[in-house]
């Protein structure tokens, strides 16, 4: 009896560091997978805001400042970005913009996995997003009355493109 319950402890002594392995490669790898998604989704938000805002249609500007906001330790292969400026039924216009970017994964069992799975050892991220155009300019907002509360406070751009977006509707 006594033998058996060492044979155990010697058994899960060999076996327990690789499940440990396992669980903490994939912890970091999808860690850092997500940690890539929402800053992907960050640069998307930032440059199709930045994009409505300043009114910029030409792709070659928005795509530069998105390679400019790209951070320099990412990796993986980052996409070439689409980008398209089409005009709504309304009369607005809006800027939509696509994103890639392929997370590679540091754990070779997730490189393996990945690889039999999707063909590539990376996570693979695409995300579309959709941003209206300003419907009036910071100089039309101070001659129209309606727009008179956003005259006297310090207000975001950000926060005027939601309120004008919630009023052109």
């Not at 402890?9 to 994939?26: R, S, T, W, Y």
């Not at 951070?71 to 689409?82: D, N, S, T, V």
């Not at 809006?94 to 970017?101: A, I, P």
């Not at 300019?137 to 005027?160: D, F, G, I, M, Y």
Request: glycine letters at 8%; charged letters at 20%; aromatic letters at 14%.
């Amino acid at each position: 009896m006594r033998r058996k319950k060492g044979q155990a402890i010697v058994e899960m002594a060999l076996v327990f560091p690789f499940f440990l392995l396992i669980i903490v490669g994939g912890i970091i790898d999808f860690g850092f997978a997500m940690y890539n998604s929402l800053t992907l989704q960050q640069i998307a938000n930032d440059s199709a805001q930045w994009a409505a805002d300043k009114q910029i249609t030409e792709t070659t500007t928005i795509e530069n400042y998105i390679n400019g906001k790209k951070p320099g330790w990412w990796q993986g292969k980052f996409a070439e970005p689409i980008i398209e400026t089409p005009d709504l039924d309304s009369g607005g216009k809006v800027v939509r913009v696509r994103l890639g970017y392929e997370s590679p994964t540091y754990t070779p069992f997730y490189q393996t996995m990945l690889s039999g799975i999707t063909g590539s050892p990376s996570i693979v991220f695409m995300l579309s997003l959709l941003t209206r155009f300003l419907s009036m300019s910071t100089a039309e907002c101070k001659l129209n009355k309606k727009c008179k509360h956003l005259q006297n406070h310090a207000v975001r751009p950000w926060l005027r493109w939601l309120w004008y977006c919630r009023s052109s509707y």
